[in-house]
């Protein structure tokens, strides 16, 4: 079992940046956890929007590529997605999720909204 909490977001006008982390508690396995983040904006459906496969090799949504930048923290249960030049499109309430066993590398951004864990989401709002 693992518990997933985040912590982050806002409200920000577009262009502006904002940081992400969640943390992964719990019996780890840090040989074999995946996680990312997948968003989900209002009346729309979940998007995958990074993350990091067993391997650590992170992935991306096409969407976000060259303006969100995923990593992990000293210890691989701490995830941070550092979003820039955000853009009113990229409004909506975010997830972090991990997974394990986890073995799939290379991550496909779809994959992650269906994880077995995800936190309780964090409302990322901005203005035009």
């Known amino acids: 079992q693992l518990h997933v909490v985040e912590s982050g977001g806002g409200s920000v006008q577009a262009g502006g940046s904002l940081t992400l982390s969640c943390v992964a508690s719990g019996d780890t396995w840090f040989n074999s956890i995946c996680m990312g983040w997948f968003r989900q904006a209002a009346g729309k459906e979940r998007e995958g929007v990074a993350g990091?496969?067993?391997?650590?090799?992170?992935s991306y949504a096409d969407s976000v590529k060259g303006r969100f930048t995923i990593s992990t923290g000293n210890a691989k249960n701490t995830l941070h997605l550092n979003m820039t030049n955000l853009e009113p499109e990229d409004t909506a309430i975010y997830y972090c999720a991990a997974d394990q066993p986890c073995f799939l590398a290379p991550l496909a951004t779809s994959d992650i909204a269906g994880f077995d864990y995800r936190g309780q989401g964090t409302q990322v709002t901005v203005s035009s």
């Open positions: 990091i496969d067993s391997d650590g090799t992170p």
